[in-house]
Structures are given as structure tokens and as C-alpha cells.
């Protein structure tokens, strides 16, 4: 088993619908970070939430912090194409080693 | 603005050959990581380092070695390749290993063992 573990594996919905996807896990994390990256490509950082409960918004991207600083939830509106790409969460625990999800893979079809 | 490169974009080794990934970075950070990706499990530490001189072990470390004698440089040693092995292997960087910093990543070596 993996430290964060992703909801769904996969997503494939049409444009214009909105999505969640979630990141969970049974440790405590000071801060939680989303990355997007598309084919051929390394991740790029989207966010970073560092205080329980916190909300952050990125334009129709709405990232959530659970209280207990164990979950984070990616919320997309109105789906575009563009958004299509693996969404992957990470954080640090301890001793500097980065931890990444196990990742979301979203199709958003025209 | 070259950020993270990494050397080869794909290879194909066979089984029990050896090679080295080559990273480097030109931003300055002390912090560089290893991490191959698999599907279905995002990507897996395999090793890193807080500076120069300075390495330890991450999630997936056995069949691998690393060395960073300069702050730029973080080349991964595969000993003997293994079929297991094959994978896509990002490098990455950032200013610290906090979870508050950004990660810097390369376009990624595409590894196949046969």
C-alpha cells in the first residue's frame, strides 16, 4: 500500500461537467501539495495547503485541506479539455522524503 | 532557462547491463530526488539528497545508486538492470526537501530492460 492513495484511478467525462478527485491517507502531513502533468512531460506544481481546513482557488480548481491535515480533495468546474492530464498530490513526512499519490488520471472529452 | 535536464529521453537496456541517468539543475537547489513512475502508483522515491555530498535512501532504493559530489549534479546508477526496472524515471530539484517548496521536475528517461 502506498502512504497517499488517490480517488479515482481514472475519469473520463465531458466538458462542461464538474469533477472531484481525492487524496488520503492514515498520516499526518504539515503541508500537501497538487501536480499536474501531461505526457511525456514531469509533474508541475499546481498548489500547496498548508493549514487544516484551508480552501485555495485557482480559477475553477478549488483544493481542499482536511482538518486533521490527512486528506486533500481537487475540485474541478466546468471541465475543459485543457484539464485533461494526471493530477497527483504529494507531501513530506519526514527525514526530507517526498511523498507522491498515487495519481488521477482525467480525460475531459470536447 | 534550462531548470532540471535529464539524460537519456529513452534507453533500452538488457538485462544485467549497467548505465547511469544523468541529472542536472541549474537553480541552485540543495535539494534532488529520484522517482520512477509506474502505473497505477504515481511516482515512487528512489533516492535523494539535501546537498552536496549528502544522500539517503527513499521508498525504492534496492538496484539503484546515487552520488552528488556537485550541488548541480544527481546521476542515478542502475548496477545491473533488471526487467523490474523498467519505468519512466524523473529527476527533480527544489530549494529545500519542505513540503512547502516546489519541485522542479525534468521530462523524464523512458527505461526499457529486456
Known amino acids: 500500500t502506498q502512504l497517499l492513495e488517490q480517488s479515482p484511478q481514472f475519469l473520463s467525462i465531458q466538458e462542461g461537467e464538474n469533477l472531484t478527485v481525492y487524496c488520503n491517507s492514515s498520516?499526518?502531513?504539515?503541508?500537501l501539495q497538487w501536480y499536474r502533468q501531461e505526457p511525456g512531460e514531469g509533474p508541475v506544481l499546481l498548489v500547496t495547503v498548508v493549514t487544516g481546513g484551508e480552501v485555495k482557488k485557482l480559477k475553477r480548481l478549488t483544493f481542499q485541506f482536511g482538518d486533521a491535515r490527512k486528506d486533500s480533495s481537487l475540485h474541478i468546474t466546468a471541465a475543459q479539455p485543457g484539464d485533461t492530464g494526471l493530477y497527483l498530490c504529494a507531501g513530506v513526512l519526514s527525514r526530507n522524503q517526498f511523498y507522491f499519490g498515487t495519481g488521477t488520471s482525467l480525460t475531459v472529452i470536447p | 532557462n534550462a531548470g532540471v535536464t535529464q539524460t537519456p529521453k529513452f534507453q533500452v537496456l538488457k538485462t544485467g547491463q549497467s548505465m547511469t541517468l544523468q541529472c542536472a539543475q541549474d537553480m541552485n537547489h540543495e535539494y534532488m530526488s529520484w522517482y520512477r513512475q509506474d502505473p497505477g502508483m504515481g511516482l515512487r522515491l528512489i533516492h535523494y539528497s539535501v546537498g552536496a555530498g549528502i544522500t539517503d535512501q527513499g521508498e525504492v532504493p534496492n538496484g539503484y545508486n546515487v552520488s552528488r559530489s556537485t550541488t548541480e549534479d544527481f546521476p542515478l546508477r542502475l548496477l545491473s538492470a533488471a526487467p523490474s526496472q523498467t519505468s519512466v524515471y524523473f529527476c527533480?530539484?527544489?530549494?529545500?526537501?519542505?513540503?512547502?517548496?516546489?519541485?522542479?521536475f525534468g521530462q523524464g528517461t523512458r527505461l526499457t530492460v529486456v
Open positions: 527533480a530539484s527544489s530549494r529545500t526537501g519542505g513540503g512547502n517548496t516546489e519541485a522542479f
Open positions: 498520516s499526518v502531513f504539515s503541508s
